[in-house]
């Protein structure tokens, strides 16, 4: 008789997680990355429960898509993660005809280095590295080089990129160097000169996503920040103080893409919430809501002069052929930028 | 097997009930054995720490141990004498040993150590400083303040230590409230924010409560007639406290410092809001070592040279308290 | 005099303790979203908040989790003490460190290392290891608040008990658990509240998946965090106030 309860009691730990398997997409995506109504047109059209979490830096996303096979249907990494998780092999290759909205993807981001012939990535926005200012308190000439980060007009009103790449990339191309650079001399140089921006005393502070709100507020005169997010505080700014530049030396451009992760449960509903974010309506509804670039033609067009009159969202020919993508790094030179940015955070 | 939120809350009580059940199924059967000796009520917990704790500690010391080959190596350990250790390695074999010569030893986790030990030890003496008079005065029983008072310093614990480390971070901010004080009394704005000063601040603030009760559990234990006493015999109130209460308090005092310290040399999270990142504690440095970098075995190490230190001041603390009669908050 | 001094240094701790969280309460009243700027009093926080699935969640998540791993560690602490209690001076004393060591071990490497077990076992993370993980780090803490209260007993109580005819069981139930009520009593708070303010550890034991609501406003404070979350703690701040003056009221009267 007890051994029986024992067991109608293990039967019930184990039940309600096997039951509610089905009909669910498990989806890992940014902090503030989608319109949420979207989510809930979703389910309300395919029945599907989405559950949504979020995070908030690539090396976050990577640790958890690692430590959590299975757990996770949909996940949005950057260009170089994609090409990460596709190298230790846990991305799913695509099957496009169950993509039909694929064919809506801007020509220009197709078949990309991180992933020849988009075979295990759809993108889902795209934008650039740039300088976010306060024009009241910066003069525009300075922001045409990543030096005025270095400019002692500007000591202490600097906010800087907690986040390796980014923060090393920047000042490697501030050197004229490659922001993929494997020449330890060139990551030495970088290293040396953020830590001598460091104790110099340049940097406000080092963070993330939370810069556009501290612009906004007028906290700093200058942030580092991506696209989208320069385009949230300009907006947000009721004054007009805030502008974005992307310096002449070049910068970085970056495309977050919906993968499939091989360990995927519900790849069925997996590919339909994909190809929903493909559908141009779907897609216009998500740049209208977080204001990143878009990747889907027919969600442009649908923009129309809105969307097409955002410098920021738009950067001229000129500019463009001066950026470049994160390419992922092995182990080696991962170890090397990881032990680096580690000085640049501990100097004092 | 994968539990996720998908789950509606009663799923969750029922998969706990089950938990519950099988638990008290468990003790059940230890006591209906009547001859059963009573220590034998210890074996759920003592093999729930085997699972839970004992073998957990034992994988830290494996991965702090081997290589991400998983042989058996003390590269982990220099490489937290020397930070650029691993580096170095990689280098020699990608750029060459020229190169890899170039490299000099770095002292980035000693010293975010030696900053740590530095910061939590400010931290202890100043919450000790200010916890000492306030646990006094609040078991003074002439103040007549009773129960209210420890309740009051309750209270704020149970807001959630994010939140009130943020709350800080909008007071201190160059917009924030005290800096639109100091303009309006014309003194001017500050920046009072993302230095070392607002990370001590965030910790004190944290840590307070818990210098405060074990000192106050311990002095409202004192026999009022003590000090009495003292005064009967001719010692004024300062040497009453001095000579009386203060040597009787020690117990308090130890476990108030353990409890403030041992926290504090691992704090992490303070340092990123209030400091603004400028500088990071062992608490930072550890976690980026297993998220950010992925690199376990030299997270690992660091964690069981983390462990040992503390043991190693626990120990000394101590011996100056060999009952161990400190009264925790409990 | 020295006493209006006194109550005055305790006033100014006390105004230390509680000015950030009157800040967050009064922000959370705020109707903008900045928090440099007040745009005026409003409630729409709180109607968001309710609307937050998200939040709602974690909030389950979090009670959910401090309840059940406060009646489980409840339970296996108290029958541990019982147990400690009645042992031999080696056995105890070897079962005195072990309790002692998660006291010893910052969280950080608590958290750390149950991660590591829960990857190298392979059992995702998720709820279940967030629950054992919180009755791990519970369970020490009231077997320390029942054990002193086994001490304090007369020893003899329970065995003129069995001589008197008792079963063991009868004993148990009838004299040793009603000697140590209070300790019991003690300890599961002290557990509820480890439990409900617990991050680090729950940061390290849970998927993304299932957050809680340390973990959830630790992923938002990377973003600039929304007064949502003020409205949040200061409903649970008034929420919990309003249960210890209920405690404190009855405890009181009895």
Redesign the interface.
């Known amino acids: 008789m007890?051994k029986l309860?024992?067991a109608l009691?293990?039967i019930?730990?184990?039940l309600?997680?096997a039951a509610?398997?089905d009909g669910?997409v498990?989806v890992?995506n940014w902090?503030?990355y989608i319109d949420e109504s979207v989510l809930e047109q979703f389910e309300e059209e395919t029945g599907i429960?989405v559950?949504?979490?979020?995070?908030?830096?690539n090396?976050?996303m990577?640790?958890?898509v690692?430590?959590?096979p299975?757990?996770?249907d949909v996940v949005f990494p950057s260009e170089y993660c994609v090409q990460r998780l596709l190298n230790k092999g846990l991305l799913m290759e695509l099957d496009f005809s169950r993509i039909p909205n694929f064919s809506q993807i801007a020509a220009n981001l197709l078949d990309p280095s991180y992933d020849p012939g988009n075979a295990h990535s759809v993108p889902y926005m795209w934008g650039t590295l740039g300088i976010l200012y306060n024009k009241e308190l910066v003069d525009e000439a300075d922001v045409s080089t990543w030096g005025v980060l270095w400019n002692e007009k500007y000591k202490?009103q600097v906010l800087m990129m907690?986040s390796?790449r980014d923060g090393m990339g920047l000042a490697l191309k501030y050197l004229g160097y490659s922001m993929n650079s494997?020449?330890?001399?060139q990551l030495?140089a970088a290293t040396d000169l953020l830590i001598q921006q460091?104790t110099s005393g340049m940097?406000?502070?080092?963070?993330?996503?939370?810069?556009?709100?501290?612009m906004?507020?007028?906290?700093a005169a200058l942030a580092v920040v991506y696209s989208g997010d320069a385009q949230y505080a300009i907006d947000l700014d009721e004054e007009g103080r805030l502008a974005y530049a992307i310096p002449e030396e070049g910068s970085n451009i970056w495309v977050d893409c919906a993968v499939i992760p091989a360990a995927a449960?519900n790849v069925d509903n997996a590919y339909a919430f994909i190809d929903f974010l493909c559908r141009p309506d779907v897609a216009r509804k998500n740049v209208e809501e977080i204001w990143y670039c878009s990747v889907n033609t027919g969600a442009i067009e649908l923009l129309g002069e809105e969307y097409a009159s955002l410098y920021v969202l738009n950067p001229s020919e000129d500019i463009r052929a001066r950026l470049e993508y994160y390419n992922d790094l092995d182990?080696?030179?991962?170890?090397?930028y990881?032990?680096?940015w580690?000085?640049v955070?501990?100097a004092? | 097997m994968q539990f996720n939120s998908s789950m509606p809350w009663w799923s969750y009580l029922l998969m706990g009930a089950g938990l519950l059940a099988f638990i008290a199924l468990v003790a059940q059967s230890i006591w209906r054995h009547r001859g059963v000796h009573r220590s034998l009520f210890a074996s759920p917990y003592t093999l729930w720490m085997i699972v839970f704790t004992v073998l957990p500690v034992v994988l830290i010391a494996y991965y702090a141990f081997t290589d991400s080959a998983g042989g058996f190596t003390l590269d982990n350990f220099r490489a937290f004498w020397d930070s650029n250790h691993l580096m170095r390695e990689q280098l020699r074999s990608a750029a060459g040993d020229e190169v890899a010569a170039t490299v000099v030893r770095g002292s980035v986790n000693i010293d975010t150590l030696v900053y740590s030990l530095w910061m939590a030890f400010l931290c202890t003496a100043i919450c000790l400083l200010l916890g000492y008079p306030a646990a006094l005065f609040m078991a003074d029983r002439q103040m007549k303040l009773g129960a209210t008072i420890v309740v009051l310093f309750i209270i704020p614990m149970w807001m959630n230590f994010l939140l009130r480390t943020i709350a800080w971070m909008s007071l201190l901010e160059d917009t924030g409230l005290i800096n639109q004080l100091l303009e309006a009394m014309g003194l001017g704005k500050r920046q009072l924010l993302y230095n070392q000063g607002a990370v001590l601040l965030g910790m004190i603030y944290n840590f307070l409560p818990f210098m405060v009760f074990p000192i106050y559990t311990s002095l409202s234990k004192l026999d009022p007639r003590l000090s009495e006493a003292a005064a009967d015999l001719g010692c004024n109130s300062w040497r009453t406290l001095y000579k009386v209460i203060m040597p009787l308090s020690i117990p308090g005092v130890i476990s108030g410092i353990t409890m403030v310290f041992m926290p504090s040399v691992t704090t992490f999270f303070i340092p990123r809001v209030l400091g603004g990142g400028h500088t990071q504690m062992f608490g930072d440095l550890i976690e980026a070592k297993f998220l950010t970098e992925g690199n376990w075995n030299v997270g690992s190490a660091l964690s069981l040279v983390m462990m040992l230190l503390i043991l190693i001041s626990l120990s000394i603390l101590r011996k100056a308290d060999p009952n161990g009669e400190g009264g925790g908050i409990a | 005099m020295t006493k209006v001094l006194k109550r005055i240094y305790l006033g100014l701790i006390l105004i230390f303790l509680y000015m950030p969280i009157a800040v967050l309460i009064v922000q959370s009243f705020n109707a903008g979203k900045s928090r440099a700027k007040w745009e005026g009093v409003s409630l729409h926080w709180y109607i968001d908040l309710f609307n937050n699935t998200a939040i709602m969640n974690a909030l389950w998540v979090t009670l959910s989790v401090a309840l059940l791993a406060t009646i489980v560690s409840t339970v296996i602490g108290t029958l541990a003490a019982i147990g400690i209690h009645s042992m031999r001076k080696r056995p105890q004393a070897m079962m005195m460190t072990l309790t002692n060591l998660p006291n010893t071990m910052p969280d950080i490497v608590t958290g750390i290392s149950l991660m590591l077990l829960f990857i190298f076992t392979q059992v995702d993370r998720g709820y279940v290891t967030m629950l054992l993980a919180h009755i791990t780090f519970d369970t020490p803490y009231v077997i320390l608040s029942v054990l002193p209260k086994l001490k304090q007993m007369n020893k003899h109580t329970y065995e003129a008990a069995l001589d008197l005819g008792a079963t063991p069981r009868y004993a148990l139930l009838h004299v040793l658990i009603p000697e140590c009520k209070q300790g019991i009593v003690t300890g599961a708070l002290l557990a509820f509240t480890l439990s409900l303010d617990d991050f680090t550890v729950s940061y390290f034991t849970t998927s993304p998946l299932v957050q809680n609501l340390s973990t959830l406003i630790y992923s938002a404070t990377k973003l600039g965090i929304t007064p949502i979350y003020y409205a949040l703690s200061a409903l649970m701040f008034v929420v919990l106030l309003l249960l210890l003056l209920a405690v404190n009221r009855r405890t009181q009267e009895n």
């Open positions: 007890k309860i024992a009691l293990l019930a730990l184990l309600p997680a509610l398997a669910v498990n890992y902090f503030d429960h559950n949504y979490m979020n995070f908030t830096t090396e976050d990577l640790v958890m690692e430590a959590n299975g757990a996770i202490g907690d390796i494997t020449d330890y001399t030495r460091k940097v406000k502070s080092y963070g993330l996503d939370e810069f556009k709100d501290k906004v507020a007028g906290e449960r182990a080696t030179w991962l170890t090397v990881n032990t680096l580690q000085e955070k501990q004092n």
